[in-house]
């Protein structure tokens, strides 16, 4: 309880500080991230949308949304996410990674799909159990490298 205690005084921080300030990009990033740190994803999920309509040029708040969305089994919102973060800027890293873990659960879905329509199939049973080696996690936040405030 007492790390619950410490993200309930971070949160009310963070919104005090975006009361004077609600422009504050990297506060407006925190608070986000303190939402989604402490299980109220929907909340986490409406500040990530919000920096990202205001702040389109910020891959990181569409990497955030989109592991949200990815630990919710929403793959189509997570690569739509994750292909705003990757067109907003090219050279970060994590988004593509992520982006190639959401194709690797799309595919997945898709080969198990086929499987239950076509059980008869026989290319599908080598890929499945291919991609299922691949054990790939939700991806995850990246927190620590956001741009100063804006």
């Not at 873990?101 to 997945?108: E, I, K, N, T």
Request: proline share 8%; net charge neutral.
């Amino acid at each position: 309880m007492h790390l619950a205690g410490q993200s309930d005084a971070a949160l009310t921080r963070a919104e005090r500080h975006l009361a004077q300030s609600p422009r504050d990009a990297t506060m407006r990033f925190q608070r986000a991230l303190i939402l989604a740190d402490t299980g109220r994803t929907a909340q986490a999920i409406e500040a990530f949308t919000s920096l990202t309509q205001d702040h389109p040029d910020l891959p990181e708040p569409y990497n955030n949304l989109a592991a949200l969305h990815a630990a919710r089994g929403d793959y189509d919102a997570a690569r739509n996410a994750l292909e705003f973060a990757v067109r907003s800027q090219p050279g970060f890293a994590a988004a593509h990674e992520n982006l190639g873990d959401v194709y690797v659960a799309l595919a997945r879905r898709a080969y198990a799909r086929t499987a239950q329509l076509e059980p008869s199939n026989a290319t599908v049973a080598p890929k499945l159990a291919l991609l299922r080696q691949l054990t790939i996690p939700a991806p995850v936040a990246v927190a620590p490298s956001f741009p100063p405030s804006r």
